[in-house]
Protein backbone atom coordinates (compact mmCIF):
# COMPACT_ATOMS: atom_id res chain seq x y z
CA UNK A 1 0.00 0.00 0.00
CA UNK A 2 1.07 3.22 -0.71
CA UNK A 3 0.90 6.53 0.96
CA UNK A 4 -1.01 8.26 -1.60
CA UNK A 5 -4.08 5.70 -1.02
CA UNK A 6 -4.47 6.89 2.60
CA UNK A 7 -3.25 10.40 2.48
CA UNK A 8 -5.66 13.23 3.70
CA UNK A 9 -5.54 15.85 0.48
CA UNK A 10 -5.86 18.69 -0.11
CA UNK A 11 -4.05 20.02 3.24
CA UNK A 12 -4.97 22.34 5.73
CA UNK A 13 -1.93 24.56 6.54
CA UNK A 14 -1.16 27.32 8.81
CA UNK A 15 1.04 30.78 7.65
CA UNK A 16 4.38 30.93 9.01
CA UNK A 17 3.04 34.38 10.57
CA UNK A 18 -0.23 33.10 12.49
CA UNK A 19 -0.76 34.24 16.11
CA UNK A 20 0.01 31.06 18.49
CA UNK A 21 -3.95 31.56 19.77
CA UNK A 22 -5.22 31.18 16.20
CA UNK A 23 -2.65 28.53 15.60
CA UNK A 24 -4.19 26.52 18.57
CA UNK A 25 -7.63 27.24 17.64
CA UNK A 26 -7.36 26.00 14.15
CA UNK A 27 -5.61 22.42 15.78
CA UNK A 28 -8.31 22.34 18.50
CA UNK A 29 -11.40 23.01 16.69
CA UNK A 30 -10.46 20.27 14.02
CA UNK A 31 -9.45 17.79 16.41
CA UNK A 32 -5.66 18.32 14.51
CA UNK A 33 -2.65 17.11 16.13
CA UNK A 34 -0.59 18.93 13.68
CA UNK A 35 -0.31 20.92 10.34
CA UNK A 36 2.26 22.19 7.89
CA UNK A 37 2.89 25.59 8.18
CA UNK A 38 3.60 27.40 4.72
CA UNK A 39 5.51 30.60 4.15
CA UNK A 40 3.73 33.28 1.67
CA UNK A 41 4.71 31.11 -1.58
CA UNK A 42 2.59 28.40 0.19
CA UNK A 43 5.81 26.59 0.09
CA UNK A 44 6.22 24.16 3.10
CA UNK A 45 8.61 25.26 5.71
CA UNK A 46 7.85 23.54 8.85
CA UNK A 47 4.79 21.79 10.84
CA UNK A 48 3.72 23.01 14.22
CA UNK A 49 2.06 20.73 17.06
CA UNK A 50 0.23 20.69 19.90
CA UNK A 51 3.47 20.50 21.56
CA UNK A 52 5.37 23.31 20.01
CA UNK A 53 1.84 25.57 20.52
CA UNK A 54 1.54 24.52 24.30
CA UNK A 55 5.46 24.34 25.09
CA UNK A 56 6.01 27.35 28.49
CA UNK A 57 2.45 28.58 27.78
CA UNK A 58 0.72 27.69 31.37
CA UNK A 59 2.75 29.01 34.30
CA UNK A 60 2.49 26.59 37.52
CA UNK A 61 0.42 28.44 39.74
CA UNK A 62 1.83 31.30 42.16
CA UNK A 63 4.37 31.73 39.29
CA UNK A 64 4.64 34.86 38.15
CA UNK A 65 2.23 36.06 35.14
CA UNK A 66 3.39 37.14 31.35
CA UNK A 67 5.16 34.99 28.60
CA UNK A 68 7.98 37.00 28.55
CA UNK A 69 10.36 35.41 25.78
CA UNK A 70 8.13 33.50 24.02
CA UNK A 71 7.16 33.33 20.46
CA UNK A 72 4.01 35.42 19.07
CA UNK A 73 3.62 33.87 15.82
CA UNK A 74 3.87 29.65 14.36
CA UNK A 75 7.31 30.33 12.76
CA UNK A 76 9.05 30.86 16.22
CA UNK A 77 7.78 27.06 17.34
CA UNK A 78 7.42 24.95 14.33
CA UNK A 79 10.03 22.60 13.35
CA UNK A 80 11.41 23.25 10.44
CA UNK A 81 12.39 20.73 7.82
CA UNK A 82 9.90 18.09 8.98
CA UNK A 83 10.06 14.41 7.96
CA UNK A 84 8.26 14.74 4.50
CA UNK A 85 7.10 11.31 2.17
CA UNK A 86 6.59 11.03 -1.39
CA UNK A 87 2.97 9.75 -2.73
CA UNK A 88 4.69 6.54 -3.95
CA UNK A 89 6.88 5.68 -0.56
CA UNK A 90 5.09 2.31 1.06
CA UNK A 91 2.76 3.00 3.89
CA UNK A 92 4.77 0.81 5.81
CA UNK A 93 7.53 3.25 5.36
CA UNK A 94 5.69 6.19 6.28
CA UNK A 95 4.39 4.50 9.32
CA UNK A 96 8.22 3.52 10.60
CA UNK A 97 9.29 7.17 9.85
CA UNK A 98 6.19 7.99 12.22
CA UNK A 99 7.64 5.42 14.79
CA UNK A 100 11.33 6.12 14.50
CA UNK A 101 10.98 10.11 14.55
CA UNK A 102 8.05 10.36 17.02
CA UNK A 103 6.04 12.06 15.34
CA UNK A 104 2.23 11.67 14.75
CA UNK A 105 2.17 12.72 10.82
CA UNK A 106 4.40 12.76 7.79
CA UNK A 107 3.61 15.36 4.96
CA UNK A 108 3.31 14.22 1.87
CA UNK A 109 5.25 16.19 -1.09
CA UNK A 110 6.20 15.47 -4.57
CA UNK A 111 8.57 17.75 -6.25
CA UNK A 112 8.72 20.08 -3.10
CA UNK A 113 4.80 20.63 -3.22
CA UNK A 114 2.79 19.58 -0.24
CA UNK A 115 0.24 16.98 -1.93
CA UNK A 116 -1.31 15.45 1.14
CA UNK A 117 -0.48 14.34 5.04
CA UNK A 118 -0.46 10.93 6.32
CA UNK A 119 -1.40 10.72 10.21
CA UNK A 120 -1.93 8.09 12.89
CA UNK A 121 -5.30 8.16 12.25
CA UNK A 122 -5.24 7.66 8.70
CA UNK A 123 -3.28 4.42 9.30
CA UNK A 124 -5.61 3.68 12.19
CA UNK A 125 -8.56 4.07 9.64
CA UNK A 126 -6.60 1.48 7.31
CA UNK A 127 -6.07 -0.88 10.28
CA UNK A 128 -9.55 -0.73 11.63
CA UNK A 129 -11.14 -2.00 7.95
CA UNK A 130 -8.93 -4.20 7.56
CA UNK A 131 -7.36 -2.77 4.37
CA UNK A 132 -4.01 -4.52 3.70
CA UNK A 133 -3.19 -3.86 -0.13
CA UNK A 134 -3.50 -0.55 -2.47
CA UNK A 135 -6.29 -2.78 -4.64
CA UNK A 136 -8.45 -2.93 -1.07
CA UNK A 137 -8.75 0.78 -0.68
CA UNK A 138 -9.40 1.30 -4.26
CA UNK A 139 -12.92 -0.99 -3.88
CA UNK A 140 -13.59 0.55 -0.70
CA UNK A 141 -13.93 3.77 -3.10
CA UNK A 142 -15.94 2.32 -6.08
CA UNK A 143 -13.29 2.34 -8.28
CA UNK A 144 -11.57 -0.96 -8.37
CA UNK A 145 -9.81 0.27 -11.95
CA UNK A 146 -8.78 4.03 -9.82
CA UNK A 147 -5.55 5.35 -10.83
CA UNK A 148 -2.98 4.49 -8.24
CA UNK A 149 -2.36 7.64 -6.08
CA UNK A 150 -5.26 9.67 -5.94
CA UNK A 151 -5.89 11.57 -3.04
CA UNK A 152 -8.84 10.39 -0.90
CA UNK A 153 -12.09 12.52 -0.01
CA UNK A 154 -11.69 14.73 3.11
CA UNK A 155 -10.83 12.95 6.39
CA UNK A 156 -9.88 14.19 9.77
CA UNK A 157 -7.46 16.52 8.20
CA UNK A 158 -9.90 18.12 5.92
CA UNK A 159 -13.08 18.24 7.52
CA UNK A 160 -15.31 21.12 6.22
CA UNK A 161 -11.68 22.05 4.17
CA UNK A 162 -11.20 23.67 0.66
CA UNK A 163 -8.01 23.81 -1.68
CA UNK A 164 -5.47 25.41 -0.03
CA UNK A 165 -7.57 25.92 3.07
CA UNK A 166 -5.75 27.65 5.82
CA UNK A 167 -5.94 29.88 8.69
CA UNK A 168 -4.81 33.72 7.96
CA UNK A 169 -2.90 35.99 9.80
CA UNK A 170 -5.80 37.02 11.66
CA UNK A 171 -7.14 34.09 12.60
CA UNK A 172 -9.89 33.66 10.47
Excluded: N, Y
Amino acid sequence: MRAADVMTSPVITIPELTPIPAAAALLASHGFTSAPVVDSRQRMVGIVTESDLVRGRIAPEGAPAGSVGLASTVSGVMTPDPLCGRPDDDLAEVVWLMQDGSVRSVPIVRDDELVGIVTRRDVLRVIARGEMTSEDVRLRRGGGEAEAGQARPATESTAAAKPSTQVTESGR
